[in-house]
Nanobody
Framework: QGQLVESGGGLVQPGGSLRLSCAAS????????MGWYRQAPGKELELVAS???????RYTDSVKGRFTIARDNAKSTVYLQMNSLKPEDTAVYHC??????????WGQGTQVTVSS
């Protein structure tokens, strides 16, 4: 079983919502700040949101007011609630430590497609 397993992606119309989940191993989750990242076709990996162990959150400007990151310590799970989705949010979404290290492994990610 992978250390990071993302789920919840799909096809949604502009203005719609999705909730992504990332189940992480306790070894990763318990001692690390966590982040949601995304990679659109032809673009570099981008940090979307991060959350500290103490639940402090930060967002990239393009998603502020629309996305919410949260963590459930009992379940070792990180969530990303995405509202008012736009076509430019289309990407493969990944979670990982924040910041991630050069040799850290990644999960398979979950595809989010925003299109009418």
């Amino acid at each position: 079983q992978g250390q990071l397993v993302e789920s919840g992606g799909g096809l949604v119309q502009p203005g719609g919502s999705l909730r992504l989940s990332c189940a992480a191993s306790r070894r990763i989750f318990n001692i690390n700040d966590m982040g949601w990242y995304r990679q659109a076709p032809g673009k570099e990996l981008e940090l979307v949101a991060s959350i500290t162990i103490g639940d402090n959150t930060r967002y990239t400007d393009s998603v502020k007011g629309r996305f919410t990151i949260a963590r459930d310590n009992a379940k070792s799970t990180v969530y990303l609630q995405m509202n008012s989705l736009k076509p430019e949010d289309t990407a493969v979404y990944h979670c990982n430590k924040y910041p991630y290290g050069r040799f850290d492994s990644w999960g398979q990610g979950t595809q989010v497609t925003v299109s009418s």
